[in-house]
């Protein structure tokens, strides 16, 4: 067997602790799989003597991440601090200055300093490895780097917050309104005090613009992807898409186009009998399409400390057994920039809510409106609740479209809220049909 | 960039011929991946002069595999032949003895000689890559032998066989009997003219068979599974299953007990709203438990040509980038003799219809023999159409019962069946809440 390869661990939190406890604890079937034995020679974290349920004996405990990367006790650095700069970036680019093969978990760091990291790791002929990073446990990048070489991919499609996923779903099931679901989930600890981040689509933007530039061989570009939250959707909506055989989900879609790469994070209707309509709570899911391939869907845990340190350990293992490969899937000379698709050449179906008002005329206007934009109407459904059967309230009227161009929606959808019709702005949903 | 990577193909039928194909159309794509260029240098096949759309100029055309395993312009071997023996065990031990690696889709050779393939293989220091094997296109072999390597794996469960799973959704969706579907099925191609191997579930088998081995650390053993096929699923199953919110798949199912390893093919009522319930026609899906990960499932095309030659094409850029790893995932040596855990001690919930002549006391007396057993039951379904409300015809019966042993199952119906209440034989059919 060869010598053992000595980790350093930069970061000791949930997912760090969760690492080194697999790695103990599977220490034999490990070693077996990789050819050598894996040790924790070097730590780092803030608190040094936090109870983490392990003892720290044996490994040497470094404060500062740069100095652990350095260590001559170190053959490959974890890096499990989080933040796309600062000590987490520091550690890196030290490892790799060191020669040092690197694993993180770190999406932000990946999306915004990916393109640089992977030029530096290349120079250095060291291997930079992210598994974790995007959708948890999921071989998801794996299956992007490695399984898909040989496809031509067109679509990467996934639910990559489970944050956003699980306040969805307990809306539908429970038929409470976002706000009540939010609060709860706070309570519970499935949303940050703060949750901006997941239900904005931040947190979805940063692994899309991952998986996208695995897929399509473009450098990542994290903040030039088009982004709509989970804030507005209603119980309203998540009724009207179940009347028509639709789930709302927050999507991350990244699709080649003529003009270029869509990259866009937006609640999505979903035909209910989808594999992707039956992914529920906090699990994550990802759906490639490509030619030779076909369809396929990768589903599991997104996030918790055992399942992401499940994806740490299988890069870990990936160094120990010598695996290398350019980082994001081609060499880092080789990725093309990447061109953003506009969003007004989108082509898809579109579920409008309107409320419009009780007058004569007011849906024959509406309809003209869309007939102007050449907008063909595949479903139209006007429900008064008959409990306020009251003229004076709006009606809302719920049109699906055949597939068509966002800039002819957007321009049916302006000239009807200023033409008086309807009161307040039209919800506006796009629709997927995976 | 390193030399090219000489690949010599045996086999250029449907998956010999997309993988030619899908190396030519994207030579670039994968050349950047692999860090070198991919070069069929040799070919071999029965008929040289058939047309596989592509030309075989430039290739060296040998009859016989084995002198192409043996080839001097031959780096890796790609074995596409078929069949447990023959030219293709053949060609692969020829092309291991001369120390070259093997990618193969051929299932049947993995789980009948995988054991010993896999100590030829170390001992010649060569990869042995079957990604096709299992599943078609789903990186299911990867994700196994790599991405959870630091997961204790429990369970291991899939619709592995399209054939299957077409007939099963055909038959629900389109309310018609199992030999109708079948012969429609082999019409249009998605069933053989002798389609024993399939819907016996003997395919079956032999991808579980792979996958237990790499889940479990044992010993290939394809022919010491449990079997059931799907030939015995009437429609009146289907109803009744649908009715109690199941749906029937034929599933391959390894699981750990502390008695061994239970391997079993065999129709299985898993519940509607369960993702693997989604998982329609020729579509096949491997679900996995383990502890770090917890509940994972990779779904995508089983079978074809361009699905099938891209995980062939993955194995292909693996060699090209000198991937190496113990071909069951861990050493020959290392791996344990399979210990079969025994059917009778499966635990699990059932549902059973019986056909019940209507006579006073027959209900009583089937309860009481289950009461025997300490069989707990969760519903009682008895039907009876009221069109043949004829006291002469047996009423369809139906129990489902809370988890419970299989031998006290099988004894019940067996004293139930030799009652005299009945008519005709107790259907049985598993159950698994996934």
Do not use: W
Request: proline fraction near 5%; charged fraction near 20%.
């Amino acid at each position: 067997m060869a010598e053992p390869l000595r980790l350093g661990i930069a970061g000791l939190g949930t997912v760090g602790a969760a690492v080194v406890k697999m790695l103990n604890a599977n220490r034999g079937q490990i070693a077996e799989r990789c050819g050598r034995e894996i040790v924790v020679t070097t730590v780092s974290a803030r608190d040094r003597n936090k109870d983490r349920g392990f003892s720290l004996n044996g490994m040497a405990f470094l404060q500062d991440p740069v100095a652990l990367a350095q260590s001559p006790d170190v053959d490959a650095v974890v890096e499990l601090i989080g933040g796309a700069d600062g000590p987490a970036l520091d550690a890196t680019t030290a490892a790799i200055a060191a020669g040092r093969p690197v694993v993180t978990a770190n999406k932000a760091m990946i999306a915004e300093h990916g393109n640089r990291l992977a030029g530096l790791a290349e120079d250095a002929g060291v291997g930079l490895f992210f598994e974790a990073a995007v959708a948890g446990g999921i071989p998801i990048i794996k299956a992007l780097r490695e399984s898909l070489a040989g496809n031509r991919i067109s679509h990467v499609i996934g639910i990559l917050n489970g944050t956003c996923n699980y306040i969805l779903t307990r809306m539908e099931d429970e038929e409470k309104p976002f706000d009540v679901i939010l609060k709860d989930a706070q309570d519970l600890g499935y949303a940050e005090a703060d949750p901006t981040f997941d239900i904005g689509g931040h947190d979805t933007a940063h692994k899309l613009a991952i998986m996208t530039s695995l897929a399509f061989g473009t450098e990542i570009t994290a903040d030039d992807i088009y982004l709509e939250g989970i804030e507005q959707i209603t119980l309203e909506d998540i009724h009207a898409a179940g009347d028509l055989g639709f789930r709302i989900k927050l999507l991350g879609v990244a699709q080649r186009t003529e003009s270029g790469i869509e990259q866009r994070v937006h609640p999505t209707m979903v035909p209910k009998n989808s594999p992707i309509a039956r992914v529920s709570g906090v699990t994550n899911a990802v759906a490639i399409e490509s030619d030779a391939l076909g369809q396929a869907m990768l589903i599991g845990p997104g996030a918790g400390g055992d399942a992401t340190a499940s994806s740490v350990v299988s890069d870990i293992c990936d160094i120990a057994r010598g695996a290398m490969l350019p980082t994001l899937a081609r060499p880092a000379k080789a990725l093309e920039p990447y061109v953003r698709a506009q969003m007004r050449a989108h082509e898809g179906g579109y579920y409008i809510r309107l409320n419009v008002e009780d007058r004569p005329g007011a849906f024959a206007h509406i309809a003209e409106r869309m007939a102007e934009q050449h907008i063909s109407l595949q479903s139209i459904v006007q429900k008064r609740d008959p409990k306020t059967a009251d003229p004076e309230t709006p009606v809302p009227v719920i049109l699906i479209t055949h597939k068509v161009m966002e800039a002819a929606v957007r321009a049916a959808v302006e000239k009807i809220e200023s033409d008086g019709y309807v009161t307040g702005p039209a919800q506006v949903i796009r629709i997927e049909s995976l």
